[in-house]
């Protein structure tokens, strides 16, 4: 479900009759389908009923707290971000703490760790992104952190090493 909010000076833009061609035809397929909208306010009542919220509100800080000894622990990690249950580590050179050149997609590396030991993570270049489900468990999280850990350390291994992470494919899913 959607909704798009605009200033009164912007929607001007859009007011007018038809002849004029400054109609805003916004729409999909699925627009103002009753099945569609009594999903979504189904999803929102579970989401009151069960507590979803409080259970993010318990476990985010969980996994922020394993992220930030990750971060601690192994120097490709230069920091974490995120709110919630929506965080991201961000890969650095552990010998300047700079931004990494893109012929070292140590994000990538990680991802294809974590995959090995069935995490899946998103990954650009130079970070991994976590989103576990709003009703991740205490459990849930410290195996997914611990995963996570097995899979920095992997990568930051090779990179002291070998100077660098080896990668199955450039870029991976």
């Given at each position: 479900?959607?909704?798009?909010?605009i200033t009164?000076?912007?929607?001007?833009?859009?007011?007018?009759?038809?002849?004029?061609?400054?109609?805003?035809?916004?729409?999909?397929?699925?627009?103002?389908?009753?099945?569609?909208?009594?999903?979504?306010?189904?999803?929102?009542?579970?989401?009151?009923?069960?507590?979803?919220?409080d259970?993010?509100?318990?476990?985010?800080?969980?996994?922020?707290?394993?992220?930030?000894?990750i971060?601690?622990?192994y120097?490709?990690?230069?920091?974490?971000?995120?709110?919630?249950?929506?965080?991201?580590?961000?890969?650095?050179?552990?010998?300047?703490?700079?931004?990494?050149?893109?012929?070292?997609?140590?994000?990538?590396?990680?991802?294809?760790?974590?995959?090995?030991?069935?995490?899946?993570?998103?990954?650009?270049?130079?970070n991994?992104?976590?989103?576990?489900?709003?009703?991740?468990?205490?459990?849930?999280?410290?195996?997914?952190?611990?995963?996570?850990?097995?899979?920095?350390?992997?990568?930051?291994?090779q990179?002291?090493?070998?100077?660098?992470?080896?990668?199955?494919?450039?870029?991976?899913?």
């Amino acid at each position: 479900m959607s909704a798009v909010l605009i200033t009164e000076k912007v929607g001007r833009a859009f007011w007018g009759e038809p002849a004029q061609g400054v109609q805003f035809q916004a729409g999909h397929t699925f627009a103002s389908n009753p099945i569609s909208a009594a999903c979504g306010l189904a999803v929102i009542r579970y989401i009151e009923q069960h507590g979803v919220l409080d259970n993010v509100r318990a476990r985010g800080p969980e996994l922020e707290s394993r992220l930030r000894q990750i971060v601690e622990r192994y120097p490709i990690a230069g920091r974490v971000r995120g709110r919630g249950l929506l965080y991201c580590i961000d890969y650095v050179d552990p010998k300047t703490g700079c931004a990494l050149p893109a012929d070292q997609p140590l994000g990538v590396a990680v991802q294809q760790a974590a995959r090995r030991r069935g995490l899946l993570v998103r990954a650009s270049p130079h970070n991994n992104v976590l989103a576990p489900p709003l009703i991740v468990t205490r459990d849930d999280v410290s195996r997914i952190s611990d995963i996570l850990e097995e899979s920095v350390a992997e990568v930051d291994e090779q990179v002291r090493v070998n100077g660098g992470a080896s990668l199955a494919v450039a870029f991976a899913l």
